[in-house]
């Protein structure tokens, strides 16, 4: 993908004006990672992660810094600081009881 993208702004010069907001995106969505995978309780420990990464482990605190950063300013965005305390509320608004079975929740919570 990388590569076709290289192929296609070699013939249009212009297009890089996006390369540096996609490789802010990338940078973004990366500190994000890590930031979530923190907050899993059997996620990788900053030294662990360093290792898979090939950086320091300070370098790795400070992007989960970043993530944990972005990730307070999307859910703010958002209007919402908890998803599971406003699913919850949004229950007990309606009257409705939770059906989902106790226990389950679903992988990817940015809660």
């Given at each position: 993908?990388?590569?076709?993208?290289?192929?296609?702004?070699?013939?249009?010069?212009?297009?890089?004006?996006?390369?540096?907001?996609?490789?802010?995106?990338?940078?973004?969505?990366?500190?994000?990672?890590?930031?979530?995978?923190?907050?899993?309780?059997?996620?990788?420990?900053?030294?662990?992660l360093?290792?898979?990464?090939?950086?320091?482990?300070?370098?790795?605190?400070?992007?989960?810094?970043?993530?944990?950063?972005?990730?307070?300013?999307?859910?703010?965005?958002?209007?919402?600081?908890?998803?599971?305390?406003?699913?919850?509320?949004?229950?007990?608004?309606?009257?409705l009881?939770?059906r989902?079975?106790?226990?389950?929740?679903?992988?990817?919570?940015?809660?």
């Open positions: 993908m990388v590569d076709a993208l290289a192929r296609r702004l070699s013939d249009d010069p212009v297009g890089l004006v996006h390369v540096e907001p996609l490789r802010e995106h990338l940078r973004d969505a990366m500190n994000i990672a890590i930031a979530l995978n923190q907050e899993k309780p059997r996620g990788y420990s900053f030294g662990e360093a290792k898979i990464l090939g950086m320091r482990r300070e370098s790795v605190y400070v992007r989960a810094i970043k993530g944990r950063a972005l990730l307070a300013e999307m859910r703010a965005r958002l209007g919402v600081t908890s998803l599971r305390r406003h699913r919850e509320a949004r229950l007990q608004e309606a009257a009881p939770d989902r079975p106790a226990g389950v929740h679903h992988r990817a919570n940015l809660s």
